[in-house]
């Protein structure tokens, strides 16, 4: 099932919206090339936060 910007995975809950948004776009992604949930998820999660922190931008809601 895709995920969308305002239906995702509950452990992407606390992540900033342009975090959630980029896992939600690359976990898609994942799937589309038969990854698995879960694994997608993990992976999509990972690579999201990498691409935050590698651009300066706060990873998590509420960061400073």
Do not use: F, H
Request: proline fraction near 5%.
């Amino acid at each position: 099932m895709p995920w969308t910007k305002s239906d995702y995975p509950q452990s992407m809950k606390n992540l900033s919206a342009p975090v959630r948004n980029k896992a939600v776009e690359i976990a898609n992604a994942l799937l589309e090339d038969g990854r698995e949930e879960g694994s997608a998820i993990a992976i999509a999660t990972s690579k999201a936060e990498e691409w935050a922190k590698n651009r300066g931008k706060k990873v998590k809601k509420g960061e400073s």
